[in-house]
């Protein structure tokens, strides 16, 4: 029975093969082995002299972080997920009724990645492998930032006050580590205002919603002529947009065009881009007190065709991710986020090379 067995195994994995198992594509088109170096570094291995459990591959485990955040996965249901499915152990490299990783294993792997700084590396080697394919960051860069939610906190008034104030969560609450540990004392409080302004007759604007948020803020900015995140960042919910745009300009970008919404224009933004020879395509804020001139309203108008191609990032990372932050810390927020953006950036290449392919 046992050949029997195995026989019908193979042919079940080359019936998800000719059905189209998109993790195949995946492993076809990104050069996961380029990627060793780098996490062999960052997870500190040892050559093995020691003795001990050897550790399961990084390359496998890397693989592993991938699809846990294409699916926005905890830990827990990632661990069930590997030895559920089939086409994932094969992605991984994982014997059926073999050693598998377990949740704990999951959290360690990627707590190791982050406090390395081995994720920003990888983002760095994966812009590399674009850049020899021909993907070059060229047409200028469009900049925008998402909210990014997580856990709601309840705190009193005075813890509230102690979070503003700087204190970590060991100083807040003292005698108490099972409790600082839950809390995220990073994350902030925002407003959301949603939907496109409308107007009354008389020219007088509606309300918009406000949702209140709380969370974190992906910033990132993705190049005009192939859409490829290629810098980004991340702060608390409550953080300005404008104050980021230096940290997510890339300066390898062919063209100096930058396309952003009105959150970003300020006096010290525009004097930053003409010092550094880049051309603000940012929109203009309506003045105050008076009604919208028509030729700047044209002008956003035009910009806003552009800049639209950032939203279908942040909607493709949300709809198709789910994109939420389940950790504490800021830290652990830009893993998460950095993971998102990298699997993005491996979704655009997919998109890319089938589109040559098919002409």
């Known amino acids: 029975m046992q050949p029997r067995s195995l026989f019908s195994l193979a042919e079940h994995l080359d019936r998800l093969s000719k059905d189209g198992d998109p993790l195949e594509v995946l492993a076809q088109t990104v050069e996961f082995e380029r990627f060793r170096p780098l996490l062999t570094r960052g997870l500190g291995y040892s050559d093995g002299a020691k003795g001990g459990r050897p550790a399961f591959d990084p390359v496998a485990m890397f693989k592993v972080l991938v699809v846990q955040a294409q699916h926005n996965l905890s830990d827990a249901r990632m661990e069930f997920m590997i030895r559920d499915r089939l086409s994932w152990m094969r992605f991984f490299g994982f014997d059926l009724g073999g050693s598998m990783p377990d949740e704990n294993t999951i959290r360690h792997y990627r707590n190791r990645l982050t406090e390395s700084g081995a994720l920003d590396a990888l983002m760095h ?131 100096g065009d930058v396309w952003a919404d009105s959150a970003y224009r300020s006096q010290k933004n525009e004097a930053w881009l003409t010092r550094n020879m880049l051309k603000s395509r940012i929109h203009r804020r309506k003045p105050k007190g008076k009604p919208m001139p028509e030729r700047t309203a044209r002008a956003n108008a035009a910009k806003s065709a552009v800049r639209a191609r950032v939203e279908h990032v942040f909607a493709h990372q949300k709809n198709r991710y789910g994109l939420f932050i389940r950790t504490i810390g800021l830290a652990r927020a830009q893993a998460k986020l950095t993971l998102a953006n990298l699997v993005y950036n491996f979704d655009r290449l997919i998109f890319h090379e089938r589109r040559a392919a098919t002409g």
């Not at 020899?132 to 060229?138: K, Q, V």
């Not at 990014?148 to 108490?176: D, H, L």
């Not at 007759?201 to 993705?222: E, M, N, R, W």
């Open 125 to 255: 080697a994966f812009e590399q492998q674009l850049r020899e394919a021909g993907y070059l960051a060229m047409g200028g860069q469009i900049v925008d930032a998402s909210l990014v939610p997580a856990p709601k906190q309840r705190n009193t008034q005075e813890e509230k006050a102690a979070i503003k104030a700087g204190k970590s969560a060991k100083q807040i609450w003292r005698g108490k580590p099972g409790k600082a540990h839950q809390k995220d004392v990073d994350a902030r409080w925002t407003i959301k205002i949603g939907g496109k302004i409308r107007y009354r007759p008389d020219g007088t604007p509606l309300p918009q919603i406000a949702t209140p948020v709380f969370g974190y803020k992906s910033h990132i900015s993705i190049d005009r002529r192939f859409g490829f995140i290629r810098k980004a960042a991340v702060t608390s919910a409550a953080d300005s947009d404008g104050r980021q745009l230096r940290r997510v300009i890339d300066t390898s970008n062919t063209a």
